[in-house]
């Protein structure tokens, strides 16, 4: 699948995989030029410098790179960022710095990735009462207990 995409900066980068069987695809920092610093606890909007047309049906996913997220701290603000597939804007990463240390990115730099996948739209109904399961009402670690 193609998916078509504008640089809104001539200075940004194609989002790539790392390898052929990747799900994500990196996503870049374009900053200007400038080296973006974060205070332990900051969150800071970086520019992507590109806009994606995401086929209607699917959705763009942003996740964390496990290497500035686990070796540096920096992951998205928001934990999972959402792309819908009507949204024509510049592609932005709100990366939050939860270590206790100065982080920077630098231009050009991987900060994220976006997993593109396909999605259901629902339409809700309510209902006087749910069809029962084992399971019921039992949440937050009740699955796998003796």
């Known amino acids: 699948m ?10 940004a980068k194609t989002p790539t995989y790392g ?3 990747a799900a994500g695809a990196d996503l870049y920092a374009c900053t200007g030029g400038e080296t973006v610093t974060f205070a332990p606890g900051e969150t800071k909007l970086i520019h992507t410098g590109i806009a994606l047309e995401i086929p209607e049906g699917y959705v763009g996913l942003i996740y964390a790179r496990s290497g500035i997220a686990t070796k540096r701290g920096l992951a998205p603000a928001n934990k999972v960022g ?12 709100s990366l939050f710095n939860q270590s206790g240390e100065e982080q920077q990115i630098e231009d ?6 976006l997993v593109i996948t396909p999605y259901l739209s629902v339409s809700f109904e309510e209902a006087g009462e749910l069809t029962d399961t084992a399971r ?11």
């Open 2 to 11: 193609k998916m078509r995409y504008i640089k809104l900066n001539s200075a």
């Open 19 to 21: 390898s052929a069987r």
């Open 82 to 93: 959402v792309i819908d597939s009507d949204y024509r804007g510049e592609i932005m990463v």
């Open 108 to 113: 050009g730099e991987r900060i994220a990735q």
């Open 136 to 146: 019921g009402e039992s949440g937050f670690g009740s699955t796998g207990r003796q």
